[in-house]
């Protein structure tokens, strides 16, 4: 899975108690993170500078921006897994219009012959602008698996949502079609599902254009608060933040800090 793309698609939440479901287009990049120097170029509207209209931002993304995002991702899939990864890739948003905010960054790490080894998934809150990150060893998997990855809830997400969760992950490495999907349940019972649909394409100018102006990062913010408005008025529980509720076990490898400002 080599070069840069866009995964065009929807974004849909299914909660059980008080139901409530939504979908929502978005449009996510792919970047080979070896490559980011050849992002640029093929569009004004993306441009390796503060103020442009979209851009990879390193700070927006895993572990100290000091350090290049793809060894950043290697140092924790290694310290998880034992085996350093070849190629890494990302699905997120990018930065558009000075604003970038990802619920969930997927990094996809490939051996030296281009096989899945390992997939990371970061999640972040908001507004505690938190972040943690879930490793997977993905060795022996290949572009038709969909073997469910379960895992516990290690950090505060939802102020609907409660810490004694554990997650159930269906996905594989995304090809010409991507489809994710992560279920939580509480002492065997579902109470929330979320997936990704999506297919895969080539990011040129137009397809800068149509997220600059069309499908800007800052929709996902906004639609984050605006569906938890309307949770809390159809009477769901609102849940403070458990600053020392973590749940690490033996299955998961994780790593969290707070997202420099």
Known sequence: MSGHAIYSGTVWHDRRSPAYRFRQHVEMAWLDLDQLGELYGRSCLLRDRRWSPARFNRSD???DPRVPLA??????????????????????HLRTWGHCFNPITVYWCFD???????????????????????VFDRRGSDA?????????????VSPFMPMDLDYTLHDSPPAARLDLRLSLARQGNLVFEAGLAAERRPLDAAA???????????????????HALRLWGRGARFLPHPRRATRPTASESSVEHEVPA
């Open 71 to 92: 060894d950043a991702v290697r140092d924790t899939v290694e310290a998880s897994t034992g085996v350093r990864p070849e190629g890494v890739y990302l699905l997120a």
């Open 144 to 156: 038709a698996d969909d073997e469910p990855v379960e895992f516990a809830k290690a950090m505060h």
């Open 208 to 226: 800068v254009r149509h997220i600059v102006f069309r499908h800007p990062t800052q929709r996902v913010s906004l639609g984050i608060y605006w």
């Open 112 to 134: 030296a012959t281009g096989l899945p080894m390992a997939e990371m998934l970061e999640v972040t809150n908001t507004p505690w602008h938190e972040r943690h990150a879930y």
């Open 61 to 63: 993304y895993h572990g």
